[in-house]
Nanobody, 112 residues
Framework: VQLQASGGGLVQAGGSLRLSCATS?????MGWYRQAPGKQRELVAV???????NYADSVKGRFTLSRDNTKNTVYLQMNSLKPEDTAIYYC??????????WGQGTQVTVSS
């Protein structure tokens, strides 16, 4: 299974970015993780095929994860970005209760 992520970049604090991740086949769970310099990788948001979402507390109300099952693609809309959102964002996916497949990271940098 291949995951292709896109959409990172540089934005000022308060701005918005949208990340996309397309997979080569449908996966039950899809989501995003991130890793900031010197920190462990952490969950950002996940979504099931049925549309149930789970968000990290730090992004609730600012980030929205959605998916288009016809395109095997998930979208992470990130609004009101903060400098602490700066990280490499990784797309991931898998079966029920798993995240077995990972895409390449995409850098998100939020300047203050």
């Amino acid at each position: 299974v291949q995951l292709q992520a896109s959409g990172g970049g540089l934005v000022q604090a308060g701005g918005s970015l949208r990340l996309s991740c397309a997979t080569s086949r449908s996966l039950f769970n899809m989501g995003w993780y991130r890793q900031a310099p010197g920190k462990q990788r952490e969950l950002v948001a996940v979504i099931t095929r049925g549309g149930t979402t789970n968000y990290a507390d730090s992004v609730k109300g600012r980030f929205t994860l959605s998916r288009d099952n016809t395109k095997n693609t998930v979208y992470l809309q990130m609004n009101s970005l903060k400098p602490e959102d700066t990280a490499i964002y990784y797309c991931a996916g898998g079966g029920v209760g798993t995240m077995s497949y990972w895409g390449q990271g995409t850098q998100v940098t939020v300047s203050s």
